[in-house]
Nanobody, 124 residues
Framework: QVQLVESGGGLVQAGGSLRVSCVPS????????MAWFRQAPGKEREFVAA????????YYADSAKGRFAISIDNAKNTVYLQMNSLKPEDTAVYYC?????????????????WGQGTQVTVSS
C-alpha cells in the first residue's frame, strides 16, 4: 500500500500563488503515475494535472494550462503542484493520487491511492 500526505494549502488572494506538495510513503515515481485532483463543495472531483511514471510527460486540465505546473523532486521524494494566477473558482480541496497504471488519467476511479487532501481557498 502507498500512503500520500499533502501539505501547503491555505488562503491566498486572487492573482496570488501557492505550491502544494505530496509525499508518498515509499519511493513511488518510477513505477506510479501521479496526479492532482480537486473537489469543491457540491461538485464532483475533477482532474487538475498528472505526470507519467518516471517523471516524463505531463498533462493538464484546460482550466490549469498556463497557470499550474506539476513537478517531481526525486531527492525529496515529493510531487508538487505550483499554482499561479489563482482565481476564486480554484477554491477546493486538492488531492494527490497515485496508480501503477492509469487507463484514463482524468478519471478519479483510475487511481488506487489518495491523500487526505489540503484546502486551498482563493479570496476575491
Amino acid at each position: 500500500q502507498v500512503q500520500l500526505v499533502e501539505s501547503g494549502g491555505g488562503l491566498v488572494q486572487a492573482g496570488g500563488s501557492l505550491r502544494v506538495s505530496c509525499v508518498p510513503s515509499i519511493r513511488t515515481f518510477s513505477t506510479y503515475d501521479m496526479a492532482w485532483f480537486r473537489q469543491a463543495p457540491g461538485k464532483e472531483r475533477e482532474f487538475v494535472a498528472a505526470i507519467a511514471r518516471g517523471g516524463g510527460r505531463r498533462y493538464y486540465a484546460d482550466s490549469a494550462k498556463g497557470r499550474f505546473a506539476i513537478s517531481i523532486d526525486n531527492a525529496k521524494n515529493t510531487v508538487y503542484l505550483q499554482m499561479n494566477s489563482l482565481k476564486p473558482e480554484d477554491t477546493a480541496v486538492y488531492y494527490c493520487a497515485a496508480d501503477p497504471r492509469v487507463d484514463s488519467r482524468e478519471n478519479p476511479f483510475s487511481y488506487d491511492y489518495w491523500g487526505q487532501g489540503t484546502q486551498v481557498t482563493v479570496s476575491s
